[in-house]
């Protein structure tokens, strides 16, 4: 009984270890390109604004306000927005680590699973660099371990608002990142098999219902306009996003992420335990782990184009717990050897990732841009700048300059006034005829030579591989 209790506080320790160290890395390192237009989002929701009706928007809302939310009692912050996602990531594999705690078959396997869990999670590469940014990995990797263990307890106890909050929690999942998705099918289709009589019916209207509310934020701006909501959330990303990326470059895309996490020595390991653990157990709600880690996966790497090895973070919390009983499987009379060799390439493998990027940018390099920037541009003058700087300046963007990737897309007239996009043609354009009074652009040095930015404006500056120009030569 002692050895066990030890053991708990051992694996409570684990955690909150775990989980300081991916919110201290959300505060001094991570950064990623595509968070800005995210956290710009929030903020002007903070201002009022509505996305896709009154600015571009190409992804499903509920985290932009989830991060306003936060921002509205403790400041429109970046590092607001990265404490809230890296609670929710540190909460995910918690969650994930006690559900084997409490619930795996084998009881002698529940504390070494539950350690191996809280490692292949918490210091999954993809989860500890991610899982604490603005964008959306956080947050769904809570709702959906959530959505999870609700809808095996439904099935198991019959309860019908476990059931609700199922169908809440990976709506909710689906409405903020459109990666998770196939989560709802899923379950939904997990709780119509595994449910019986009268009791199904009841759970899977729950199930809906839970999911409709969660989807209010959606229904309620499509509601407001259809074109424009359809337009941000699916013609965006069926059409549009693979503009810049022809069908050749995008299917390669997907291949090198598939050959990327097959050659990670963690990420195999992640793989084939967890490919072990689906094949050895006949339990239903592990099963369900391998369903939901095979639909995600084979959704985001072959649905989704071009996809990157983040997007396949929504995985591993699944894989995790299937890991566990693959151990079991592969090694019946070894509990703690399996693990312990498990967790050292997993912290070995993030210790080389953490090392391979210490060079990378971060949201502090951004400050010190920002910082010029302010330093340059009258109040109330036009600013052309990529969104981390809008952000940090709490200047709001120009019209149509509220998601860099929309400059991509050329439309006429009226759809792009429709659909709030400045085309990149108008905006080279506006640059070199004076209509900004800064423009700041962290491209390279022949982008720079291509636009002609130094020959229009008399004043530079490089600030952390960025360059700011000011001083419009026309200007009086």
Not at 320 to 330: C, E, H, N, Y
């Amino acid at each position: 009984m002692k050895s066990t209790r030890l053991q708990t506080a051992l694996l409570v320790a684990l955690l909150a270890i775990v989980g300081a160290a991916i919110v201290a890395y959300s505060q001094l390192r991570a950064f990623a390109w595509d968070e800005g237009f995210h956290i710009v989002t929030a903020q002007l929701i903070l201002r009022g604004k509505r996305p896709y009706l009154d600015f571009c928007f190409s992804q499903t809302p509920v985290n932009a306000y989830w991060n306003a939310f936060w921002m509205s009692i403790f400041g429109d912050s970046w590092r607001t927005a990265h404490a809230a996602a890296a609670v929710s990531a540190s909460l995910a594999t918690a969650v994930t680590g006690w559900f084997v705690l409490r619930r795996f078959p084998e009881p002698e396997r529940r504390i070494p699973g539950a350690f191996l869990v809280a490692v292949l999670m918490g210091l999954n590469v993809v989860v500890f660099r991610y899982g604490g940014i603005s964008q959306a990995y956080g947050l769904c990797l809570l709702l959906l371990v959530a959505a999870y263990w609700c809808a095996v307890v439904t099935v198991e106890s019959g309860k019908v608002p476990a059931a609700m909050l199922a169908g809440l929690f990976c709506a909710a999942a689906a409405g903020s990142s459109l990666l998770t998705a196939p989560a709802v099918p899923i379950l939904f289709a997990w709780i119509l098999v595994n449910s019986a009589g009268g009791a199904r019916v009841r759970k899977l209207g729950a199930f809906v219902g839970g999911a409709l509310v969660a989807l209010s934020p959606v229904l309620w701006l499509f509601a407001q306009n259809p074109k424009q909501v359809w337009f941000g959330i699916v013609d965006y990303n069926l059409k549009y996003r693979l503009v810049d990326w022809p069908p050749p470059d995008a299917n390669r895309q997907n291949l090198e992420v598939a050959m990327a996490w097959i050659g990670s020595g963690p990420a195999l390991v992640l793989i084939l335990l967890g490919i072990a653990g689906f094949r050895a157990t006949r339990r239903a709600e592990l099963r369900l782990c391998g369903w939901l880690a095979a639909g995600l996966g084979l959704y985001i790497g072959a649905a989704v184009r071009p996809t990157f090895p983040q997007y396949l973070v929504f995985t591993v919390p699944f894989l995790a717990i299937l890991s566990v009983a693959g151990i079991a499987d592969q090694w019946p009379n070894r509990k703690w050897a399996p693990v312990l060799v498990a967790s050292f390439l997993v912290v070995f493998g993030l210790g080389k990732s953490l090392y391979d990027e210490r060079d990378d940018s971060t949201w502090q390099d951004f400050e010190r841009v920002a910082l010029k920037v302010d330093e340059v541009t009258p109040k109330g003058a036009m600013l052309m700048a990529d969104e981390v700087v809008y952000f940090l300046t709490k200047r709001t963007p120009p019209e149509g300059n509220e998601e860099r990737n929309s400059h991509k897309l050329e439309f006429g007239k009226a759809d792009a006034k429709l659909y709030h996009i400045r085309p990149q043609s108008q905006l080279d354009r506006e640059a070199l005829s004076g209509v900004f009074a800064t423009v700041e652009t962290c491209e390279d040095e022949d982008y720079i030579a291509e636009k002609g930015y130094a020959k229009v404006f008399t004043k530079k500056a490089e600030v952390e591989g960025c360059t700011v120009f000011w001083d419009y030569k026309g200007r009086k």
